[in-house]
């Protein structure tokens, strides 16, 4: 989500949609906790701070054992709780299920006390420092070894943390670079996703259904026994 401060104060929050229009959904980032109404300290006039609105794992299953208690839908995985939650009509019932906000990138910003940072490292020390959490796992590689040992190192303390990852994000940490590089399509050049390999689970066939398509075409289907991956 995008969350724009005018004078320090928060005016308006609009999920990222196709990267042109999101949907409105003020009223409810209200209601996260972890998103500051108000800028205590020095601040540009316009800011736009961009992050991810999440579910922690914990409010996951408490969500979920509410819901099933009170026979309503139980959700498959924090990422779409969290991505519904934020579209509700009613901010209360965002409000209850404890959505957390991470802030990692800016949008407009207006410079007249100068560039907001240098450094992608100096744009997440200086949102911390006006009360956005950020990323607490996060380090400055000189090398591709370094890199390497960092995705490691995220990978053996995965299951420690209190939200889901898929992998980790490595970025150039010049903003100036940042900028000369740009995008490809919605892509940076400057960012990189390195991911880990998929969650797996065995199941068992039970049986094998054949399907007559339109054409007359056989396929064969197999039945499985349920099994939950992530």
């Given at each position: 989500?995008?969350?724009r401060y005018?004078?320090?104060?928060?005016?308006?929050?609009?999920t990222?949609?196709?990267g042109i229009t999101?949907?409105?959904?003020?009223a409810n980032?209200?209601?996260?906790?972890?998103?500051?109404?108000?800028?205590?300290?020095?601040?540009?006039?316009i800011?736009e701070?961009?992050g991810e609105?999440?579910?922690?794992t914990?409010?996951?299953?408490?969500?979920?054992?509410?819901?099933?208690?009170e026979?309503?839908?139980v959700f498959?995985?924090?990422?779409?709780?969290?991505?519904?939650?934020?579209?509700?009509l009613?901010?209360?019932?965002?409000?209850?299920r404890r959505?957390?906000f991470?802030?990692?990138?800016?949008g407009?910003?207006?410079e007249e006390?100068?560039?907001?940072?240098?450094?992608?490292d100096g744009?997440l020390?200086r949102l911390?420092?006006m009360?956005?959490?950020?990323?607490?796992e996060r380090?400055i590689c000189?090398?591709p070894?370094?890199?390497?040992?960092f995705h490691?190192?995220?990978?053996?303390?995965?299951k420690?943390?209190?939200?889901g990852?898929?992998g980790?994000v490595?970025?150039?940490n010049?903003?100036?670079?940042?900028?000369?590089?740009?995008?490809?399509a919605r892509?940076?050049?400057w960012a990189?996703?390195?991911?880990?390999?998929?969650?797996?689970?065995l199941t068992r066939v039970?049986?094998i259904?054949v399907?007559?398509?339109?054409?007359g075409?056989?396929?064969p289907?197999?039945?499985?026994?349920?099994?939950f991956v992530g």
């Amino acid at each position: 989500i995008n969350l724009r401060y005018e004078n320090g104060l928060l005016v308006s929050a609009a999920t990222r949609g196709d990267g042109i229009t999101g949907e409105d959904v003020t009223a409810n980032a209200r209601t996260i906790r972890t998103i500051p109404l108000r800028i205590s300290g020095p601040c540009p006039k316009i800011l736009e701070v961009r992050g991810e609105a999440i579910m922690h794992t914990a409010d996951f299953e408490a969500l979920n054992r509410r819901q099933k208690q009170e026979g309503g839908k139980v959700f498959v995985n924090a990422r779409n709780a969290a991505a519904g939650c934020l579209r509700q009509l009613d901010p209360s019932i965002t409000a209850k299920r404890r959505l957390h906000f991470y802030a990692y990138s800016l949008g407009e910003v207006s410079e007249e006390q100068g560039p907001f940072a240098e450094t992608q490292d100096g744009l997440l020390r200086r949102l911390e420092s006006m009360g956005f959490p950020v990323a607490h796992e996060r380090r400055i590689c000189r090398s591709p070894e370094q890199l390497e040992a960092f995705h490691q190192h995220v990978l053996e303390i995965r299951k420690t943390l209190p939200f889901g990852i898929d992998g980790v994000v490595y970025k150039v940490n010049s903003l100036r670079l940042q900028k000369l590089l740009g995008f490809i399509a919605r892509e940076p050049r400057w960012a990189c996703a390195h991911k880990y390999p998929p969650e797996e689970a065995l199941t068992r066939v039970t049986a094998i259904d054949v399907q007559v398509g339109r054409t007359g075409r056989l396929t064969p289907v197999a039945r499985l026994e349920p099994v939950f991956v992530g």
